[in-house]
């Protein structure tokens, strides 16, 4: 009697939330979620930190000091991750996350908050990095697109709700608890994530090469590109009532960024060379354009037109419904990408203008509603296709660097339109007539940096 023939058992994908991997992609996406959260929230309730502290002549470095401290902690976590593994720098930017957290709660004058911020960036620029490595290490190949699809459900949630709660929060017991009520939810985040600290990778990473993988050089470069971004926005700040110092300032600060950003840059990026290093300062041509107006616009709306925290935040939330859409769209469409580009940058520059309209007198404030959903719909069918496009650009044994790279222009570019528009801020005024004038020129600014990325979408071809 012949034995039965063995039959294949068919393959099986580990699913995320199986018992395998779920208490590591729970803690994941709960980590990710809260810093996202954090990122969301603090634009609603930066007006009531300005008036409490007397902060409002920092209300653009707040979020510049997270930026630029996050710029310089990612390259440096990733170098670190790669050559001693993810653990440590994990563990290091929760603890200073939390530490930032409570800092900016407890803050008793603007000084403190801006210490705070920067604790912060350092957190979560180390926290990210050491997530995306820990994807790598700890989940198959097969099973990474999925998990990297429930990252971007984490950012899109707190984008929906974040600002909203925050503004209740904030109303109910106060702006501190809304980064108290963070602190807490570390804890249950780090126990599920236990085990994948503690877990061995399957393989070991093979050590990157190039001038983009060397830790000193790149450490140095990152560092010059932070510090000098910092130099430049505290000279640009000042030009009003320092002009000869500042303008110091900021030829230092132009010369050390322009250093650093050569080294953490692929060749030709400064120049807008064809191809890969256009796409990647495309990233940053879109960050600043949006977010440069983003971050002003609770200011408006709670100064020049007395909403209260709440409804400032339900405008935001409309942001992110309309950059859902449009990264949904950029993955059907049939189009270049450099159309796409082109297109997101357009949608933009237009969703800009029209917020201008909400700071006009006789004219609701909530127009900013309909004006942010066009331009986060740019920004998720143009931002989306510049990241995927950078990557299929890009050599095999250069989609780190390049990752990392595009990370650089989007922080770079967020970071110096919020410390520029803080600065014309100061310079106009801080009554609410001279926030809204302010306003104005802030947004011509970052229309005219969008109408850029338009021009330059072809060069990304």
């Not at 790669?82 to 004058?109: H, I, K, Q």
Request: charge should be positive.
């Amino acid at each position: 009697m012949k034995a039965p023939k063995a039959v294949d058992t068919p393959y099986e994908q580990p699913r995320i939330f199986g018992a395998a991997y779920r208490a590591a992609t729970i803690g994941i996406l709960l980590v990710v979620t809260l810093v996202a959260f954090e990122g969301m929230s603090v634009g609603v309730v930066m007006p009531q930190v300005s008036k409490q502290l007397d902060a409002l002549d920092l209300y653009g470095l707040s979020f510049s000091a997270f930026l630029i401290a996050s710029l310089f902690a990612n390259v440096v976590s990733g170098l670190w991750a790669d050559r001693r593994g993810y653990t440590m720098p994990f563990l290091l930017g929760v603890v200073l996350f939390v530490l930032g957290m409570g800092l900016a709660g407890a803050a008793v004058n603007k000084e403190l908050f801006l210490a705070a911020r920067a604790v912060q960036g350092l957190g979560a620029g180390c926290t990210i990095v050491a997530i995306y490595v820990m994807i790598a290490r700890v989940y198959p190949a097969d099973v990474r697109p999925r998990v990297f699809a429930a990252l971007s459900a984490a950012w899109v949630v707190p984008a929906m709700v974040g600002p909203a709660v925050a503004g209740f929060v904030a109303d109910t017991w106060g702006w501190r608890w809304v980064f108290y009520g963070i602190i807490p939810l570390v804890l249950p985040a780090l126990v599920m994530l236990v085990p994948a600290l503690k877990r061995r990778p399957s393989q070991e990473a093979a050590p990157s090469e190039g001038p983009r993988s060397r830790p000193v050089a790149m450490t140095l470069a990152a560092l010059a590109a932070a510090g000098g971004a910092g130099v430049l926005l505290w000279g640009v700040d000042g030009l009003h009532d320092e002009p000869a110092r500042s303008a110091v300032a900021v030829v230092a600060g132009l010369a050390a960024l322009g250093y650093g950003l050569r080294k953490l840059l692929p060749p030709g990026a400064l120049r807008f060379g064809a191809g890969l290093p256009t796409t990647i300062m495309l990233r940053g041509f879109f960050s600043a354009a949006f977010f440069g107006v983003n971050g002003f616009i609770p200011l408006v709306l709670e100064e020049v037109k007395e909403f209260d925290p709440r409804l400032a935040g339900i405008a935001l939330t409309t942001g992110a419904l309309g950059w859902s859409t449009g990264s949904y769209l950029q993955s059907r469409r049939s189009a270049e990408p450099y159309r796409r580009i082109r297109t997101g940058a357009a949608c933009v520059m237009a969703g800009v203008l029209l917020s201008l309209l909400s700071v006009l007198p006789g004219v609701t404030g909530w127009v900013a509603v309909p004006a942010w959903i066009v331009a986060g719909f740019g920004m998720g069918l143009g931002m989306t296709t510049v990241s995927v496009t950078a990557l299929k650009q890009s050599p095999v044994n250069e989609q780190g660097a390049n990752s990392a790279a595009l990370s650089v222009t989007d922080m770079l570019g967020s970071a110096l339109a919020f410390g520029v528009g803080g600065a014309l801020i100061n310079l106009i005024g801080h009554s609410p007539s001279e926030i809204a004038r302010g306003f104005e020129v802030i947004g011509g600014l970052m229309a005219l940096v969008a109408f850029a990325a338009m021009l330059l979408a072809r060069r990304a071809r």
